[in-house]
């Protein structure tokens, strides 16, 4: 049997017209309390929390343009929601979601250099934006 001619084989296939574009959320943290409230060690591999009004369903692509405290460089996240925060949450909860960082060596080592700006505050009983 061969392939049937004038067929594109399957490798080579676009995406499909329905899915839609992940979105691209810059999220930039100046101060080092803001990435404490933000970040989400209940991520086995790391994850932080985008404020947002957009709605977002567990499992959705999201990459984000990351900027961490008193650094230049800008580090690019293909992550995936893995939290929801609704409009109108008990406790006066900033609507969001929070984005599962990635299994791979990049992000780990992104992980690592979060934890180590937030030191030992990491295991503080401050409130943060999620749990």
């Known amino acids: 049997m061969s392939e049937a ?6 490798s080579g296939a676009a995406p499909s017209a329905a899915s839609a574009r992940p979105s691209v959320i810059q999220l930039v943290f100046r101060e080092k309390g803001a ?20 709605d977002y369903k567990l499992g959705e692509d999201i990459y ?37 960082f ?12 979060i934890e180590e700006i937030l030191g030992t505050s990491i295991s503080s009983a401050k409130p943060t934006q999620t749990i």
């Open 64 to 100: 984000l343009l990351l900027s961490l405290p008193d650094d230049p460089q800008r580090y690019p996240v293909a992550g995936k929601v893995g939290w929801i925060t609704p409009a109108n949450a008990s406790g006066g909860r900033t609507q969001g979601v929070g984005v599962r």
């Open 5 to 10: 001619p004038g067929r594109p084989p399957l």
């Open 102 to 113: 990635p299994t791979d060596e990049k992000t780990r080592v992104l992980k690592l250099k």
């Open 35 to 54: 990435l404490y409230a933000a970040y989400m060690p209940v991520f086995s591999d790391g994850g932080l929390f985008v404020p947002t009004t957009r």
